[in-house]
């Protein structure tokens, strides 16, 4: 099958592990068809809007870009050919809550057959209209990788031996995610002040300069005895983004202003009325290092259950005498971590793999006519060589086996694309043309090769 993969991912160098993941798990773990990449901050080449596809996959990370105000609609502009894509077009949307009608509207659009709801109960809240033609079903905001547990099993020091007690990093999320998401930042100050007079070391931060990007994040973990978490979410329900304006405009006027008069001024009556959780990837990575995890009471997709997975803390962490004297109990512990690893690491349905063969065989059932083999010539080829550098780029940067900047992938990608639209938009092209894309072809294959030499999976490429 020949897929589109639309995506934001623009730099690794700031993008999130799980991000990198959940936008190229499928030609991670389906390489026997061909993947056509597009960042959405790239040009949109005649090339590109020409070609047929047998499904477009929708990322999150391009989902995004409808919190863009204004400039949305010059982007779905740009993009707008997507909709008369004769193909199965598949999407994987997070933070529903956040511009859902704006994000059902653009869905519609672009007769979009498929979404993986992450907020999957509150499906009827989200598509009201899209639910009667479009099929529905229940997604993750992420899943485990095995190289990841093998990479965290690594890195991890013996459970008995970590420096650090609790950890815990997250960001400050804006008002307008409402009381829960305002949790995210309030259980780190309520633990820290809880638990100082017991003597437990701590490394917790909300501030962006205290983040952790790749592999950092993972060996954190592993010096880590006990995580700190909660369910990722949102209680406050925004359909077209106008919550979100009137905080930043109240907060423009006001920036020393409290929660709880910005949500009094932008928001009365509308927080709390129903939360809206998804489980977070964290919850599988701090399973794979082994860390026990305590967590204010939540649903957890109904996979975690307290006192039997983690240890439950109060939204104001007023039980931390409980929380202590569980901690303290080693053997306890250690079968709950093991309790943990089993149903979140042990369960297929939370792996990528499993994941990218489920959405293949969704796009199979809709299109049993599929053609198979439709990689041939050699533009095309290089095309589809230069759209995949990104690709190889985030799989290099992932496996640690390689560090190609930003800029460089970029250029490369630039320079193919221009050779390869002068030679489309020239009736008969003359040698020039010919001659130097033989060369970008032969740039290309010493790419692969390398890569070939060094990645530990390489994607199945057909022509070249």
């Known amino acids: 099958m020949k897929i589109l993969i639309l995506h934001g991912i623009d730099s690794v160098a700031t993008a999130r592990r799980t991000s990198i993941h959940h936008a190229f798990f499928l030609p991670r773990h389906q390489p026997g068809h061909e993947y056509w990449l597009q960042a959405a901050q790239a040009p949109v080449t005649d090339t590109l809007r020409n070609e047929e596809f047998d499904a477009v996959i929708i990322d999150t990370t391009f989902l995004c870009w409808r919190w863009t105000g204004a400039y949305f609609n010059e982007f779905k502009r740009k993009y707008d050919f997507v909709r008369d894509i004769n193909a199965v077009k598949i999407a994987f949307p997070q933070d529903e809550y956040d511009h859902s009608e704006i994000l059902e509207t653009w869905l519609i659009d672009w ?20 639910k009667e033609n479009a099929d529905i ?38 008002p307008y995610f409402g009381w829960f998401g305002k949790l995210k930042s309030d259980i780190a100050a309520s633990f820290l002040e809880a638990a100082r007079p017991y003597g437990i070391s701590t490394d917790i931060s909300c501030r962006l300069e205290d983040a952790f990007m790749g592999d950092e994040w993972l060996k954190f973990l592993g010096q880590c005895r006990f995580i700190l978490g909660c369910e990722s979410g949102s209680s406050v329900l925004d359909p077209r983004g106008e919550i979100k304006a009137k905080c930043n405009d109240f907060l423009g006027k006001n920036p020393e202003a409290s929660f709880t008069v910005i949500a009094d001024s932008c928001f009365p009556n509308e927080d709390r009325s129903r939360p809206f959780t998804a489980i977070s990837p964290r919850l599988f990575e701090a399973a794979a290092a082994g860390c026990g995890q305590i967590l204010v009471y939540g649903d957890y997709g109904g996979v975690l259950k307290p006192w039997q997975h983690y240890l439950p803390l109060a939204p104001d962490a007023s039980n931390i005498l409980e929380i202590v004297s569980a901690m303290n109990n080693t053997d306890q512990i250690k079968r709950m971590i093991n309790a943990s690893q089993r149903v979140l690491l042990g369960d297929s349905r939370f792996s990528y793999k499993s994941f990218a063969a489920d959405v293949i065989e969704s796009i199979q059932a809709r299109r049993p006519d599929l053609r198979r083999d439709t990689f041939d010539g050699t533009v095309s080829s290089l095309l589809i060589t230069a759209l995949k550098n990104s690709e190889r780029w985030a799989n290099d940067y992932n496996n640690n086996s390689a560090q190609i900047s930003s800029e460089k992938t970029q250029k490369f990608l630039a320079n193919v694309q221009s050779a390869v639209e002068i030679s489309l938009n020239t009736p008969e092209p003359r040698f020039w043309g010919k001659y130097a894309i033989v060369i970008l072809v032969e740039i290309a294959k010493r790419i692969l090769r390398v890569a070939k030499r060094s990645l530990k999976f390489v994607f199945k490429m057909r022509g070249i």
């Not at 007769?111 to 009827?124: A, E, F, L, Q, T």
């Not at 079903?137 to 459970?159: H, K, M």
Request: glycine share 6%; with cysteine.
């Open 111 to 130: 007769k979009v057959d498929i979404i993986y709801s992450v907020c999957y109960d509150d499906r009827d809240v989200f598509y009201p209209t899209l």
């Open 137 to 174: 079903r229940l997604g993750y905001t992420g899943f485990f990788e095995q190289e990841d547990i093998e990479l965290v099993a690594n890195c991890a020091s013996p459970w008995d031996v970590r420096t650090v007690d609790v950890g815990y990093r997250a960001k400050q999320l804006p």
